[in-house]
């Protein structure tokens, strides 16, 4: 991959943080400098953020790699470092959560609420027979009681398993069962695009095969009628709302399992990330501190995440409760009751900083600039972005229609394994360039290498690869040692790197442009080529909303690019338009072979293209596993669209 990629976007425009943003700033560029002269002093320092019960002997034990051990001997809990400690500094009356349910129900959540919360739902699991290491799993939707539900396993030293309240009854029981659950923590239902939307009884029917589980405790949110059984089902708030609401948090070790996160995994099983106590909150909570810039005085924060993925993990209940935040929750969907929801919210609340998916930020695009123009957006203050390559021409939209071009943009790379943010520009530091997460935060080393395991200089390509061990690692794969050396550290074993499994380049600065999984790489007549880049070029048109590019087989030039694309509302483009356009942005190698035209293009649930379907159509091939898309029908218009058309 490394001699290759010479046909890169060149992006020049740069965006250095506003004068009185860097001057005010949380974390400054000596961060980096204390970094790199002590590394592990600096991230002992940041635990220094935390309360612990007992300070740790040695900051990391690498001694057996790839299972590190970060703050050995020290003690902490975490759900006191969300709630208890604030309380006692007198923020208890503080909102930590003001949450707004989909059809326009909200609460406001303070501290000491979330704290007696937590603590009735702690008393009532330990009533309920779970102790110190079991598994819960939770199946919810986006209401307070996911965050209490983690909190209060988190404080009697229980590991969660937080289901996606989107997934099947296949993937809920399959997670249940690796991890051995004990109980299951779900609603009757949650609201999604105006309507009640059952969860129950997916539970119920993912139970009826998991004889570990003993006990399955229901929120009630929309009112729908469930089915009971008797001795096995209570109700929250039959039980945790009349519990006691005094619980004294215990000391867990540092390396006590917090939580266990399933990735999907494109083919095989899904792989139980495992992340444990004293690291992953030390990082959790430093890179929300230095990222998101947060001051918990003035900002009022909102994460668009799902709890059911790594960012809500970090971003909306870790990162945020332990640093004190006042913070935004919405239970639906963008576009419901009106496709100015989310502008509508950052009015109502004052929303100083917000942090969503380039997925959403490329439909808000398509939807149109008049939408958030009919708000008052002007609170923001900082901008981020996660979970996919974000195109550069996404990301001046978002500075410009949402950000009101004066905010910072902060794009963060990150996995879940990597349990919280690795690559990112520092807000007040950082000269940004739209598209690039630009580089590893203070005391992170990341970097791009070859096939061989060499790094690449300046201008080069390859494989994105982390060179040691951070705080927030994965500690393995939830009962799969093997697979977790096999999947992560065996690529690069001689050096001793993570193998993230991203592509990414260096540009002639040095800064990190992150290319999507290596899976999403095209071989073109001896050319790799990044399906990131050729969307990005095509995002670059003034026509186009959201393209997908993928490599189809192709008998003279190996691979040839075909893209899908997604034109903005009233705009019109054709194919030859577009084809030059690409070749003129990015070189005559990149042009696509064809071009469809499409109304929606298949996503994951978490929100990521599914480049294989779209590469099953281009080859022509029957489709492969549907089952982690988000709206089946959508392979259905494609599919007659190409027929049509090709
Ligand atoms: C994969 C991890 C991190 C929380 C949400 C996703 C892609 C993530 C970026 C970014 C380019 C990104 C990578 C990564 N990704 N953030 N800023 N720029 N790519 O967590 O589901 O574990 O996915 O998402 O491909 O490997 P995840």
Not at 63 to 75: H, I, L, M, R
Not at 480 to 508: C, L, M, N, P, V
Request: aromatic share 10%; hydrophobic share 40%.
């Amino acid at each position: 991959m490394s001699e290759t990629l010479e046909n890169l976007l060149s992006e020049d425009r740069q965006f250095p943080p506003p004068a009185d943003f860097a001057a005010n700033a949380n974390v400054t560029a000596a961060a980096y400098d204390e970094a790199a002269a002590d590394r592990l002093a600096f991230w002992a320092k940041q635990a220094q953020r935390l309360d612990w019960f007992q300070e740790w002997d040695q900051v990391l034990d690498w001694s057996n790699p790839p299972f590190a051990k970060w703050f050995v001997g020290g003690t902490l809990n975490v759900a006191y470092n969300c709630l208890d400690r604030h309380l006692a500094a007198g923020n208890g009356d503080k909102v930590a959560i003001h949450w707004e349910g989909e059809p326009g129900d909200s609460r406001a959540i303070t501290y000491a609420d979330l704290h007696a919360e937590v603590c009735r739902a702690a008393n009532t699991l330990t009533d309920l027979g779970v102790t110190a290491g079991d598994r819960v799993a939770i199946y919810l939707p986006m209401i307070p009681e996911a965050a209490v539900a983690m909190l209060a396993c988190a404080r009697i030293g229980a590991t969660h398993s937080v289901v996606f309240g989107g997934f099947s009854k296949d993937a809920l029981s399959g997670r249940i069962k690796d991890a051995s659950a004990k109980v299951v923590i779900t609603a009757d239902g949650g609201f999604r695009r105006g309507n009640p939307s059952a969860l129950k009884p997916t539970v119920d029917e993912a139970v009826a095969e998991c004889p570990t589980i003993e006990k399955v405790l229901v929120v009630r949110r929309t009112g729908q009628d469930v089915d009971w059984t008797e001795g096995r089902d209570l109700w929250w708030h039959e039980t945790v709302a009349t519990a006691s609401d005094k619980h004294e948090a215990q000391p867990f070790d540092a390396e006590h399992p917090l939580f266990i996160l399933y990735t999907s995994g494109t083919t095989a099983k899904p792989k139980g990330i495992l992340h444990t106590t004293g690291g992953y909150l030390t990082q959790a909570s430093y890179t929300h501190h230095a990222v998101f810039d947060l001051k918990p005085e003035t900002d009022v924060y909102w994460c668009t995440a799902d709890i059911g993925w790594v960012t809500g993990h970090s971003y909306i209940v870790y990162g945020p409760l332990s640093n004190g935040a006042t913070q935004v929750m919405y239970e639906g969907t963008p576009d419901t009751p009106h496709r100015g929801r989310f502008w509508e919210i950052v009015q109502k609340y004052g929303v100083t900083i917000l942090y969503t998916a380039p997925t959403a930020i490329r439909t808000f695009a398509k939807w149109g600039d008049d939408i958030p123009a009919q708000f008052d957006l002007s609170s923001l203050r900082l901008l981020g972005s996660v979970g996919e390559p974000i195109n550069p021409e996404a990301w001046m939209w978002y500075r410009e229609h949402i950000g009101g071009g004066r905010t910072p943009v902060v794009d963060t790379w990150w996995q879940t394994e990597t349990g919280a943010i690795m690559i990112s520009p520092l807000p007040g530091v950082t000269a940004c360039k739209p598209g690039s997460a630009m580089g590893p935060l203070p005391g992170i080393a990341a970097d791009v290498v070859n096939d061989a395991g060499q790094i690449v200089g300046n201008g080069g390509g390859g494989y994105l690869v982390l060179n040691e061990p951070w705080p927030s690692m994965l500690r393995t794969i939830w009962g799969d040692d093997q697979r977790f050396i096999d999947t992560y550290w065996s690529r690069f074993a001689e050096h001793g790197y993570y193998f993230a499994g991203d592509g990414a380049k260096k540009d002639d600065d040095g800064a990190l442009w992150l290319l999507g999984r290596v899976d999403d790489v095209m071989l073109v007549s001896g050319h790799n080529i990044s399906t990131t880049e050729v969307e990005s070029a095509l995002v670059s048109h003034p026509a186009v909303a959201e393209s997908a590019v993928v490599g189809a087989t192709d008998p003279t030039t190996g691979q040839a690019v075909v893209a899908f694309v997604i034109l903005k509302g009233n705009a019109s483009a054709s194919e030859a338009e577009l084809k030059d356009h690409v070749a003129k942005t990015l070189g005559p190698i990149c042009k696509p072979r064809q071009i469809q035209f499409v109304s929606e293009l298949p996503k994951t649930r978490s929100g990521k293209i599914m480049r294989r379907l779209l590469k099953d159509i281009a080859e022509k091939r029957a489709l492969g596993d549907v089952t982690t898309l988000q709206d089946a029908g959508v392979m259905q218009l494609i599919q007659q669209g190409m027929s049509t058309t090709s």
